[in-house]
C-alpha cells in the first residue's frame, strides 16, 4: 500500500476525498474539501482532523491505518443506505401448504403482512399476530383471494403468498 501525502495526485486521492467529503458533509453538514485528486493542505487538514477522531496519529498522510478505516466507514455508510435485501419466507417447495390451524413462525409474519395489505378495507378486523393459521387468518386470505379476483379458497400456498407480497410490497413501495 502506497502512502498519500501533500502534493500527490492520483485516482486514489480523488477517492480519500470524495469518502471525507461526504463524512464531513454527514458529521458537520459541510464539505470542506472538494474532490480535485491532489492531496492539497485543505486535504492533509481533514486527514488530520479524520485521525484525531478515529485515535489514530494524526500525521496527515493516508498510510494504511488510516486507509482501511476510511474505507470501511464508507463501505458501512454504503450498506446502512441500501435497499433491504428479500427475503424468502415462505418455504419454496412443489404443492406447499400451510393448513388449517398449523403453527409456524412464518405465519407470524403472514399475519402482520395481512393487517398492513387489509388495513385498507372499512369492514376487515385486524388479525392477532399468534402464529395459528387460525380461522381470522384464512378468512383474510379468502377476502385478498377474493380482492385479486381469484378463487377465494383461503388456501395459504404459494399463489396466495405472493398474491399478498406482492401487495405488500406495493403498499409499503407508495409510503416510502
Given at each position: 500500500?502506497?502512502?498519500?501525502d ?8 480523488l477517492q480519500?476525498q470524495?469518502i471525507l467529503r461526504?463524512?464531513?458533509?454527514i ?7 472538494k474532490p480535485?485528486?491532489i492531496?492539497?493542505e485543505d ?8 485521525q484525531?477522531?478515529?485515535g489514530?496519529?494524526?500525521s496527515?498522510?493516508v498510510d494504511?491505518?488510516?486507509?482501511d478505516?476510511l474505507h ?11 435497499l ?5 419466507i ?5 404443492n ?6 398449523s403453527?409456524?413462525n412464518?405465519i407470524?409474519?403472514?399475519q402482520?403482512?395481512l393487517?398492513?395489505?387489509l ?5 376487515f ?14 378468512n383474510?386470505?379468502?377476502?385478498l ?7 377465494g ?5 404459494a399463489?396466495a403468498?405472493?398474491l399478498l ?10 409510503q416510502?
Open positions: 500500500m502506497r502512502y498519500y501533500f502534493n500527490d495526485t492520483t485516482n486514489s486521492i480519500v470524495r461526504e463524512l464531513d458533509y458529521e458537520n453538514g459541510v464539505a470542506k474539501v480535485n485528486g492531496f492539497d486535504t492533509r487538514n481533514l486527514v488530520i482532523s479524520f484525531r477522531k478515529y489514530l496519529n494524526p496527515g498522510i494504511k491505518e488510516t486507509w478505516l470501511s466507514i464508507d463501505e458501512a455508510r454504503k450498506d446502512a443506505s441500501r433491504a435485501r428479500a427475503v424468502h415462505f418455504p419454496m417447495f412443489d406447499y401448504e400451510i393448513l388449517p390451524n403453527r409456524d412464518t407470524f409474519v403472514i402482520h403482512m393487517n398492513e395489505v388495513n385498507e378495507h372499512d369492514d378486523t385486524e388479525l392477532e399476530i399468534n402464529g395459528i393459521y387460525d380461522l381470522p387468518t384464512q383474510a386470505i379468502k377476502v383471494q377474493r380482492k385479486a379476483l381469484v378463487d379458497n383461503g388456501r395459504l400456498d399463489q403468498f405472493n407480497a406482492n401487495e405488500y410490497e406495493r403498499i409499503n413501495s407508495r416510502g
